[in-house]
């Protein structure tokens, strides 16, 4: 985290906003505490749904063309798997 939110501001310095997941190490607390301290704008993990199609449309989109893909063909072995 304290990697990625130099990068992050360096992009946008002007304006973003910080979505996350509720994967268990981003709902630690010094995780949001750090969260809140250093980014202009901040959903934290119990305002956000984690899995809503609607507010995440890029994890969706991509899990729809990896699947996609991985049903376009018939496994019939564990290595084409």
Known sequence: M???????KQS?????TFQQDSA???RALETV??????TSDFIPPDLWLPNSSDLNP??????GIVQDGFYAH???SVDKL
């Open 2 to 8: 304290r990697d990625l939110l130099p990068d992050i």
């Open 12 to 16: 946008s310095p002007d304006y973003f």
């Open 24 to 26: 268990p190490a981003y």
């Open 33 to 38: 505490s750090l969260l809140w301290r250093e």
């Open 58 to 63: 890029v994890d969706y989109k991509i899990w």
């Open 74 to 76: 018939k496994i019939t």
